[in-house]
């Protein structure tokens, strides 16, 4: 808590919130200051009638009368004119400054305010009254700011009081500034020891997975052949299901042991060759296009970028793959990409005349284990999308979807020239 006053002092405080009126006049009285108040310019004239004030708070935007009308109105009157006057604003604008000391304002607050740093001023107000009041020979200056001419009439220390208010709230902004970059910059460090723990977690727990479950499958395989001939029809149908799912959660790990290594197990970038990795990625598809046969055609000339050629054609084949994947049965495959500079940026485009997918799935096929068909119609994980959008975003770009159902698909990505 402050020290208190060495004597009673009025403060007259006005503001048209009656919650922040009432919490400021809390704050007064604990430091045992005299407090009234005015909802608005012109109550607080009329309060000024009645009762003299040592220091006025006011806030700027009010109804029926302004702060800065309010201080202009008092610095006319004979009787006012050298009482403190404290100016509660968010000081947006350098212009509220010269408005200040137009109107005869001593200091600025800014809102939200610091309890203590309000008091302070109050307790450095009180104690320069009587300098003030020696001080109180106007002068007269003429001054140019942001393409405007502007007169001021203000005495000497009423400016330095104003100026040195207006410093004093930005040294204070800029600490809060300071200590919240601090606090973000902490957080963004915590944040990335708890993905980077994630991912190699993910890793460890996918590759030791892996050899238990080969052993259950192995297993499987030799109690179907050992005891084949001795075994009914329900056996060998519960056989086969321990056996498919065990090669879908093995399919599943896979595939998040690639998820997980995009962040975990990624290459160097160097400089790659976007054809070279298009034209490995589709050597790598080749018993999926021979089956489906489609029409692959290409629009723009294929750059050069910097990053990770293992991760690029992952991200070409499991665009591509999609393509195979979702195809319409009633019509040939046609896909085709595209490429474009945009800026700093080369945008990439896969487009299909598939089945389509519906808007509101937009966002939710990027998600991890995100699947929109039943397994038994179209094989996959659903962690293929998860692991473009990971590696286009380690990449610096962004990756997004433009679909028509029944129609056909479009995925767009970007990356940095």
């Known amino acids: 808590m402050s020290e208190l006053p060495p004597c009673a002092v009025d403060i007259l405080i006005v503001e048209d919130s009656s919650t922040q009126s009432m919490q400021l ?34 806030d700027v935007a009010m109804p029926e009368m302004d702060g800065y009308e309010l201080c202009g109105r008092i610095r006319q009157d004979v009787r006012f004119k050298a009482i403190p006057f404290i100016l509660l604003t968010a000081l947006s604008d350098p212009r509220d400054v010269v408005r200040g000391l137009q109107c005869g ?13 309000l008091l302070s001023h109050i307790h450095y107000l009180i104690a320069n009254l009587e300098l003030r009041r020696s001080a109180a020979a106007e002068m007269g200056i003429e001054i140019y700011f942001a393409g405007q001419k502007h007169f001021v009439t203000a005495d000497r220390l009423q400016m330095i009081d104003l100026l040195l208010s207006s410093y004093d709230n930005a040294v204070q902004k ?32 996918s590759h030791d997975l892996q050899e238990p479950l080969r052993a259950i499958t192995g297993f499987l395989d030799l109690l179907h052949r050992r005891y084949h001939e001795q075994l009914d029809e329900k056996a060998e149908q519960y056989i086969d299901f321990a056996v498919n799912g065990a090669k879908r959660m093995q399919s599943l790990i896979h595939d998040l042991l690639a998820y997980s290594r995009v962040g975990t197990h990624s290459k160097e970038f160097v400089e790659v060759d976007c054809r070279v990795v298009f034209q490995d990625a589709l050597a790598n598809l080749r018993a999926a296009i021979e089956e489906n046969n489609p029409e692959i055609g290409q629009e723009g000339e294929w750059p050069k970028v910097h990053g990770d050629p293992v991760q690029l054609t992952q991200l070409f084949q499991n665009l591509v793959g999609n393509a195979l994947k979702f195809h319409s049965t009633d ?35 990027f998600q991890v284990f995100q699947r929109l068909h039943e397994r038994g119609k179209y094989p996959g994980t659903g962690i293929g999308l998860a692991i473009c959008k990971k590696i286009v975003e380690r990449h610096g770009g962004t990756i997004w979807v433009e679909s028509v159902a029944n129609q056909g698909t479009t995925f767009h990505f970007t990356l940095p020239v």
């Open 331 to 365: 019509r040939r495959t046609e896909i085709r990409i595209s490429v474009v500079r945009q800026g700093s940026y080369w945008e990439f485009s896969v487009a299909d005349n598939g089945i389509g997918i519906e808007e509101k799935d937009f966002q939710r096929i």
């Open 174 to 205: 800029n600490r809060e500034l300071q200590r919240a970059t601090e606090k973000l910059e902490s957080q963004t460090r915590e944040l990335e020891r708890s993905n980077s723990e994630l991912e190699q977690f993910g890793y460890v727990v």
């Open 105 to 117: 304002a001593n200091n600025f607050i800014v809102k939200p305010y610091d309890d203590q740093f």
């Open 25 to 58: 006049r809390h704050l007064l009285e604990k430091n045992g200051y005299r407090v009234f108040s005015a909802r608005h310019g012109l109550e607080a004239l009329t309060r000024l009638e009645e009762h003299r004030p040592l220091i006025i708070i006011s």
